[in-house]
């Protein structure tokens, strides 16, 4: 296979290099952030690439950014994100083409050489290949995202204001309700999200750090 390496750290770069190699494929480029990713994919038209999630300059979601990017040009260019975190909203973007072609690993849950080559030789043939934890955290994202659709508008309005610190008091004078309603607003909404009473959690902060994410 033609590849492309896309790797912040030169030492596992120059690793996953030399272990392709010596496999037989060929690396036609070895790049360390997202804007010489897309450069080197254009120019090189690889079997497949090999994409760390998080590069220069900011460190956050730069190579599966410039992934979607590539992937929006041209569906067919297969890609194999190997990365230490799972980013839920990108990959969610990224899987949602169904056009194949498409991996995610954990590097930390790669246990074996020959189990990565094979899951690589499978997403440049067009599968999609993805660590268990990966399908997990995105179900779990989806399930989360559900829960606040069911909000209705009135709810969400009380969210928003829980998110700013308010409280149930002023919350109330802020929409014109009187006290009551808002703690039946604020109960409901926590029943929709799947909070129950608990001596141990604040439910408030909970829902608040579910809007947040959202």
């Given at each position: 296979?033609?590849?492309?390496v896309a790797?912040?750290?030169?030492?596992?770069?120059?690793?996953?290099?030399?272990?392709?190699?010596?496999?037989?494929?060929?690396?036609?480029?070895?790049?360390?952030?997202?804007?010489?990713?897309?450069?080197?994919?254009?120019?090189?038209?690889?079997?497949?690439?090999?994409?760390?999630?998080?590069?220069?300059?900011?460190?956050?979601?730069?190579?599966?950014?410039?992934?979607?990017?590539?992937?929006?040009?041209?569906?067919?260019?297969?890609?194999?994100?190997?990365?230490?975190?799972?980013?839920?909203?990108?990959?969610?973007?990224?899987?949602?083409?169904?056009?194949?072609?498409?991996?995610?690993?954990?590097?930390?849950?790669?246990?074996?050489?020959?189990?990565?080559?094979?899951?690589?030789?499978?997403?440049?043939?067009?599968?999609?290949?993805?660590?268990?934890?990966?399908?997990?955290?995105?179900?779990?994202?989806?399930?989360?995202a559900a829960?606040?659709?069911?909000?209705?508008?009135r709810e969400?309005?009380?969210?928003?204001?829980?998110?700013?610190?308010?409280?149930?008091?002023?919350?109330?004078?802020?929409?014109?309700?009187?006290?009551?309603?808002?703690?039946?607003?604020?109960?409901?909404?926590?029943?929709?999200?799947?909070?129950?009473?608990?001596?141990?959690?604040?439910?408030?902060?909970?829902?608040?750090?579910?809007?947040?994410?959202?």
């Amino acid at each position: 296979m033609r590849i492309v390496v896309a790797e912040d750290s030169a030492v596992l770069r120059a690793g996953l290099v030399e272990l392709l190699t010596l496999r037989g494929n060929e690396v036609v480029a070895e790049v360390k952030d997202g804007e010489s990713l897309r450069r080197a994919v254009i120019e090189h038209a690889p079997d497949v690439s090999i994409v760390d999630i998080r590069m220069p300059p900011a460190f956050t979601d730069e190579g599966l950014r410039a992934t979607i990017d590539l992937r929006r040009q041209d569906p067919s260019r297969a890609v194999l994100l190997f990365s230490q975190y799972v980013e839920t909203s990108y990959a969610a973007e990224l899987l949602a083409d169904r056009a194949g072609g498409v991996g995610y690993l954990l590097k930390d849950r790669v246990a074996d050489v020959s189990d990565f080559l094979d899951a690589l030789r499978r997403v440049a043939a067009g599968e999609t290949v993805l660590d268990p934890e990966v399908v997990s955290q995105l179900f779990g994202a989806t399930r989360k995202a559900a829960a606040l659709d069911r909000l209705t508008g009135r709810e969400r309005e009380v969210l928003a204001l829980m998110a700013e610190g308010r409280s149930n008091g002023a919350i109330a004078a802020k929409l014109f309700l009187s006290s009551g309603s808002v703690e039946k607003y604020v109960t409901r909404l926590f029943d929709k999200l799947g909070l129950p009473p608990s001596e141990e959690d604040n439910r408030r902060v909970l829902a608040v750090l579910r809007y947040l994410g959202s």
